[in-house]
């Protein structure tokens, strides 16, 4: 199975003051909306700022990663088969629809797979190096 890490999820305090934070400091670009939040990107990898909860017990922090997968199933039991645990989601088929399922790692941190992606990310990235020679073909 190859894995790519592809999605970031922090909690923050103030969603729009983050965005702006890494709009001017680190050059992410919006993305769109999320439940509690938006989504942000560096052209690679999604970034969602998403509102902390203190009424249910969350803090600022990395709330969760994400992976996208070539075979969602497949994916699935390799994490189960190798002490990860289930944790919640399902699949949905629906091409146009980001969605991902939630595992915890043996040391029970959640991180998301999903075959689907999240908006502003890209499954493949391109070596420099290929980059630099395809644009010269």
């Known amino acids: 199975m190859v894995a790519r890490m592809r999605h970031i999820a922090l909690l923050v305090s103030d969603p729009e003051k983050s965005a702006e934070f890494y709009e001017k400091t680190l050059g992410f670009k919006r993305a769109g909306k999320a439940g509690r939040g938006l989504y942000m990107s560096d052209g690679t990898i999604n970034m969602a700022l998403l509102q902390v909860r ?17 075979d969602l199933d497949q994916a699935g039991d ?34 998301d797979i999903t075959p689907t992606g999240w908006r502003g990310a890209v499954k493949e990235v391109v070596p420099a190096d290929e980059g630099s020679k395809q644009a010269a073909e």
Request: avoid cysteine.
């Open 54 to 70: 203190p009424d249910k017990g969350e803090k600022t922090g990395l709330f969760h990663f994400g992976m996208w997968v070539d």
């Open 78 to 111: 390799e994490v189960t088969a190798g002490g990860g645990s289930y944790l919640m989601g399902r699949e949905d088929r629906n091409p146009d629809t980001f969605y991902e399922v939630k595992y915890r790692d043996p040391d029970g941190i959640v991180f």
